[in-house]
């Protein structure tokens, strides 16, 4: 899917799969995928990290079926994509990291942060939006 | 090969605080990254685990972290399982320009991280080289 203008499109909206309440929500087919999403976004919103908007997880191997949470397979980690509202990247791959430290102890699954400022998500190129649109998972809105 | 692996990481990391002091603060982040993952070799060769350059990135930060279970030092355990994260996230976006393509925006290396936070990162992957220097 290519959206190549600064649309308004929230990305919210082409999410296929959410955690947060209205949202479709995956069936998984790892049990360690699952733990690490659902308790990363009950960490999340009890955090609440004052400097993130926004967390989408991405499925590993995403270009290859429809349904990419429901693959039995337990990646070695998966990528949450971060928006951030201020400071710097760091701060926001700090914020998860420690958020996430101990599910990924419990997991083995390795949570990596690609963190972006806010202000850039309207102009996310088009393999962004592919990414999200085939396998993003919605685990933290503000 | 397990000292020579720890030698590195400390010389990385002293490398680390000459370049921070010297305002290059991007450039002593990778050097963090550099040393953690050094002394993590370290620690894997002393427990007879993959290691080096034929063992991919995350992989070795996996391993590391299975190894320092396998120790059990609850400190260390939760410094490592925090730090893992933060290395890997940080080590592309420390080497490259990013362009947001339909967009001005370029992120450059030395703001992705502040001189301040590269302190604090020094001080954590510190703490972990010296607790390996013990283990091994």
Redesign the interface.
């Known amino acids: 899917m290519a959206i190549a203008t600064a649309s308004p499109i929230s990305i919210t909206e082409i999410i296929p799969y959410s955690l947060l309440k209205g949202g479709k929500k995956p069936i998984f087919g790892n049990r360690s995928v699952e733990t690490l999403l659902l308790s990363a976004t009950e960490a999340l919103q009890q955090a609440r990290p004052d400097n993130i908007s926004l967390v989408i997880a991405v499925a590993p191997g995403q270009k290859l079926v429809n349904e990419p949470w429901n693959r039995r397979y337990k990646p070695d980690s998966i990528t949450f994509y971060t928006f951030f509202n201020k400071n710097n990247t760091f701060a926001a791959i700090e914020a998860i990291s420690d958020t996430l430290a101990e599910i990924y102890g419990q997991t083995k699954i390795l949570p990596l942060t690609d963190a972006w400022s806010a202000t850039v998500m309207k102009d996310l190129p088009d393999d962004w939006y592919a990414k999200f649109t085939n396998s993003g998972c919605l685990i933290y809105s503000e | 090969m397990k000292q020579e692996y720890q030698r590195i990481a400390i010389r990385t990391l002293d490398a680390a605080r000459v370049t921070l002091a010297g305002g290059i603060h991007e450039i002593a ?1 990778f050097n963090c990254y550099h040393a953690y993952e050094s002394t993590a070799s370290a620690l894997a060769v002393s427990l007879h685990s993959p290691h080096g350059g034929g063992v991919h990135h ?2 070795k ?2 391993i590391f ?1 299975q190894c320092v ?1 396998q120790i059990g030092d609850d400190r260390i ?2 410094q490592v ?6 290395i ?3 080590r592309n ?1 420390l080497l490259y320009p990013t362009q ?4 001005q ?1 370029i ?1 450059i290396p030395e ?4 001189a301040q ?1 590269v302190e604090g990162l020094i001080q954590n992957v510190q703490e972990v080289v010296n607790w390996v220097g013990q283990q091994i």
Request: cysteine-free.
């Open positions: 982040a995350k992989d930060l996996n972290l279970e355990l939760h399982r925090r730090l893992n994260g933060r890997e996230s940080l976006k947001v393509r339909y967009s925006t992120v703001n992705v991280i502040t936070q």
